[in-house]
């Protein structure tokens, strides 16, 4: 089956771009969607499609996808962006959703 | 107000069952694919399964680590679908949310969970 890996954490300090990815078989094949979740809350969609933002999410938030590797970036990172970010994926092989492990934003 | 809500969860003994609900407001539901993800505790996103829409004759599809196990079913007439689990083991413990598909695509909308413990 589908595998998606994401780096377990990131760490970086308010003002700066966080870089988060997401690494899967020929992943730029496939649309992309991301999300946020912050401590004891339901998840949030922040991109989907790639590079979409919903509306609401800030346009500090942006995506891109190529190759084996899927990106969300962040910019002028605030504080309140620290949470866990999720890349998913549609397998059209075993139709299922794939989620990757997750990634740990933390802002210094 | 567009939202979703769960219930249903509880605690419940290795080999029990449990029916889970996700009640929608809000919008449009018969025009939705709708999802369960769990999480368990300190863990990640696990997709369980979904229901499609009427559009596309309610076919449902599974995690292959919860099939057989799971039905996932809904009544649009009461804007909700349901999780029946059965013979639960303890590491099916997690919380269990209900989401929203945008288009037959990402997750627009979540619940905010149920808690369901496996435990003796």
């Known amino acids: 089956s589908y595998a998606l890996t994401q780096t377990p954490s990131v760490s970086v300090a308010p003002g700066k771009t966080a870089t988060i990815s997401c690494g899967g078989n020929n992943i730029g094949t496939k649309s992309v969607h991301w999300y946020q979740q912050k401590p004891g809350q339901a998840p949030v969609l922040v991109i989907y499609y790639d590079t979409d933002r919903p509306s609401g999410i800030p346009e500090r938030f942006s995506g891109s996808n190529s190759g084996n590797t899927a990106t969300l970036t962040i910019s002028r990172v605030e504080a309140g962006d620290e949470a866990d970010y999720y890349c998913?994926?549609?397998?059209?092989?075993?139709?299922?959703?794939?989620f990757g492990g997750g990634t740990k934003l933390a802002v210094l | 107000e567009v939202q979703l809500v769960e219930s249903g969860g509880g605690l419940v003994q290795p080999g029990g069952s449990l029916r889970l609900s996700c009640v929608a407001s809000g919008f449009s539901f018969t025009d939705h694919y709708m999802d369960w993800v769990r999480q368990a505790p300190g863990k990640g996103l696990e997709w369980v399964g979904r229901s499609r829409n009427k559009a596309n004759s309610y076919i449902t599809e599974y995690a292959a680590s919860v099939k057989g196990r799971i039905s996932i079913s809904r009544d649009d007439a009461q804007n909700s679908v349901y999780l029946q689990m059965n013979n639960l083991q303890t590491d099916d413990t997690a919380v269990y949310y209900c989401?929203?598909?945008?288009?037959?695509?990402?997750?627009?909308?979540w619940g905010r969970g149920t808690l369901v413990i496996v435990s003796s």
């Open positions: 998913q994926v549609w397998d059209s092989v075993t139709y299922h959703w794939v």
């Open positions: 989401a929203r598909e945008r288009a037959a695509g990402p997750s627009d909308l």
